[in-house]
C-alpha cells in the first residue's frame, strides 16, 4: 500500500513550456486534491475532484488544469509555465468526510 | 469562506518541556472538521491530530493535545516532553466538511532546544 504518490519529485521548466504532475492513490478514495505551498505560506487548493471524470477550481485554479480520468490518478497540467508557478505541489486524497493523506510533493522551479 | 490564523511564526521550547501553538478560525459552517499537520524539512504533511467540532471532548494522541473552544473559535496544540523529532513546521487547517479542499494557517515553526 503505497498511499498517495506524485511524479516527479523535481523538476525544472523554462517560462512557456508546458508539464503535467501525475498524482496516484492506492486507497480507493472518491476525493483528489492539488495544493500549492509557497515560502511562509500554508497549502492553497488549486483544484479538487470529488469523483472520476469530475473536477471543480479551488481558491488558486489559473494558469492550471486538471483531469481525472481514472479514479486513482488525478493530472495537474501547466500548459505555459510561469516564474510565479515556482512552488512545492502537494496532492492529497480522502474518503467523504474523512482526513486527507498528502503525497511526498513535488518541487516545480520555473525559470 | 473559512480563514485560519496561526499568530506565532516561530516557537521555541526545550527539550522535555511543554509548548502551546496557538490557532484560531473562522466559519459560517455548522458542521467541521479542525487538523493539525507536522511539516518536517522533508516537506511530507503528517496528520499530528484530528478534532471534530460536533465533539466537546478534545481530541488527545499520545504525547498531543488540543484545547477547543468552540465558542471562541480556537483550536491550540499542547505537545508535551517535547523532544528533538518534534521540530518540524505545524499548520493549522479547516475542513467545511464538504467536497472541498482545506484551509490552512501560514504556520508556525516550531524549535527543539536539546
Known amino acids: 500500500n503505497a498511499g498517495v504518490t506524485q511524479t516527479p519529485k523535481f523538476r525544472v521548466l523554462k517560462t512557456g513550456q508546458s508539464m503535467t504532475l501525475l498524482c496516484a492513490q492506492d486507497?480507493?478514495?472518491?476525493?483528489m486534491y492539488w495544493y500549492r505551498q509557497d515560502p511562509g505560506m500554508g497549502l492553497r487548493l488549486i483544484h479538487y475532484s470529488v469523483g472520476e471524470g469530475t473536477t471543480a477550481k479551488g481558491e488558486v485554479p489559473d494558469g492550471y488544469n486538471v483531469s481525472r480520468l481514472k479514479k486513482q490518478n488525478f493530472l495537474l497540467g501547466l500548459e505555459s509555465a510561469a516564474p510565479s508557478q515556482t512552488s512545492v505541489y502537494f496532492c492529497?486524497?480522502?474518503?467523504?468526510?474523512?482526513?486527507?493523506?498528502f503525497g511526498p510533493g513535488t518541487r516545480l522551479l520555473v525559470l | 469562506a473559512q480563514t485560519v490564523t496561526q499568530s506565532q511564526p516561530e516557537m521555541s521550547v526545550q527539550e522535555a518541556e511543554t509548548v502551546t501553538l496557538s490557532c484560531t478560525y473562522d466559519?459560517?459552517?455548522?458542521?467541521?472538521?479542525l487538523f493539525w499537520y507536522k511539516q518536517p524539512p522533508s516537506r511530507q504533511m503528517i496528520l499530528v491530530i484530528r478534532q471534530e467540532a460536533y465533539k466537546q471532548q478534545n481530541a488527545t494522541e499520545n504525547r498531543f493535545s488540543v484545547n477547543f473552544q468552540k465558542a471562541a473559535k480556537s483550536f491550540s496544540l499542547k505537545i508535551s516532553d517535547s523532544q528533538l523529532g518534534d521540530a518540524a513546521m505545524y499548520f493549522c487547517a479547516i475542513h467545511g466538511g464538504g467536497a472541498d479542499g482545506l484551509t490552512f494557517g501560514k504556520g508556525t515553526h516550531l524549535i527543539i532546544q536539546p
Open positions: 492529497a486524497s480522502t474518503p467523504p468526510a474523512g482526513t486527507q493523506y
Open positions: 486507497m480507493n478514495h472518491e476525493y
Open positions: 466559519t459560517s459552517e455548522s458542521d467541521y472538521y
